[in-house]
């Protein structure tokens, strides 16, 4: 198959601000082009995903939807770098008898436009869907493509199927996600620090960091993109002897480097994570995750045996799960990330629905 990438559009892929969605996308084409297919990924102006070929379009970035009420629908700028991505990949997908013919355009844009315009596009048009419900419009958008096109959403996981508003979860695909474990160092032995990896931002529970930091009396090293300095420096306040350092949007090289000393990675997030692609790179580390009991890390996670599933927003539980790490065996954790999300496992989920998809279209 030649597969056309639809990438996400709140910025350039490699920035750091489209978040999991970027680690997801590059896994998923290595991993593809790996099983022999081909893969062109259309991205805004100033992209880059590895070794791959990308289109550059230019255009106004979008607002990304999680800063948006549940009643406001996504805005799509003037000159939208989407709209144009979109026309640029309808415009590579036009039939033609040549070899890198497109058999299929995968959406992973969290955004109204392509679900609702995928039956103009001139080949199958799929969509991976990187989040959970966060507003009307696009439970609508949702929705309606999987009504329409029976088979054509993709989500990570249950918990982020059942977000979704008149949606019959049994018709949407999970494919959970996966990571090329060969980038990912186990480390045996760990420091006592504890990480978070993320945007640096309310809903992923910045303020929870400090409190658990706070709490547990270890050091917590922030790994993610300031997004919401404001956030970040009201969590300081509240929690004043926290030791919480921000080490910034690192590479994955890096990321795993530091990532696999620490003792743990705490996930609090306030919203229901899709997915959770943080959590398998830690486990692919050896690195035990302490999760609350919301969204796809829940699922992720064999609590007592790659790390532990605590009440959601409960920071008390999380520091007493810290307390119990000894009896985690990080072999395990990494044993666990090469059994259930290696790339490969993950290509090849993603591949069968595919291929569902455009025999559906022929």
């Known amino acids: 198959m030649h597969v056309v990438f639809l990438s996400t559009s709140v910025g350039a892929l490699g920035s750091g601000v489209g978040g999991g969605v970027e680690l997801t996308m590059r896994t998923l084409a290595d991993g593809l082009v790996a099983r022999g297919h081909t893969v062109t990924v259309v991205a805004p102006r100033g992209s880059q995903l590895g ?39 309808c415009r590579l997908a036009e039939p033609a008898d040549r070899a890198d013919r497109v058999d299929l355009v995968l959406n992973f844009a969290y955004d109204a ?8 596009c001139p080949s199958a048009v799929a969509h991976l869907v990187s989040m959970g419900s966060l507003n009307d419009e696009m439970d609508r958008a949702v929705t309606g493509a999987l009504r329409r096109t029976p088979g054509c959403v993709a989500m990570h996981s249950t918990a982020q199927a059942a977000t979704f508003a008149d949606l019959n979860t049994a018709e949407v695909e999970v494919v959970m996600s996966g990571v090329d474990l060969s980038a990912y160092d186990f480390v045996e032995h760990a420091t006592d620090d504890l990480a978070f990896v993320g945007r640096i931002s309310a809903e992923k529970g910045i303020d929870d960091v400090f409190a658990v930091a706070q709490h547990s009396g270890r050091r917590v090293i922030a790994f993610g993109l300031m997004q919401d300095e404001f956030a970040w420096r009201a969590a300081a306040r509240r929690f004043p002897s926290a030791r919480v350092e921000h080490a910034g949007f690192l590479a994955t090289a890096d990321l795993q480097a530091r990532l696999g000393r620490c003792a743990a990675l705490v996930m609090v997030h306030r919203w229901v ?27 992720i996670v064999r609590d007592g045996v790659t790390g532990f599933v605590v009440p959601a927003d409960d920071t008390a539980a999380v520091v007493g799960a810290v307390e119990r790490l000894s009896v985690i065996d990080r072999r395990r954790c990494r044993a666990d990330a090469q059994a259930r999300y290696s790339q490969e496992a993950f290509a090849s989920r993603v591949e069968r629905w595919l291929e569902r998809v455009v025999a559906a279209r022929r």
């Not at 990304?64 to 770098?81: G, K, M, N, Y």
């Not at 436009?113 to 103009?120: M, N, R, V």
């Not at 994570?273 to 796809?296: H, K, M, Q, S, W």
Request: net charge negative; hydrophobic share 45%; proline share 9%.
């Open 113 to 120: 436009l392509p679900f609702d315009a995928s039956s103009d």
């Open 273 to 299: 994570e899709a997915f959770g692609n943080v959590a398998i790179e830690a486990l692919a580390c050896g690195v035990p995750v302490i999760t609350y009991d919301r969204g796809g890390p829940a699922e």
């Open 51 to 89: 070794a791959h070929r990308v289109v550059h379009v230019d255009g106004a970035l979008h607002v990304p939807s999680q800063t948006l009420d549940r009643s406001t629908p996504p805005v799509v700028p003037a000159d939208s770098v989407l709209v144009n991505m979109w026309h640029e990949a």
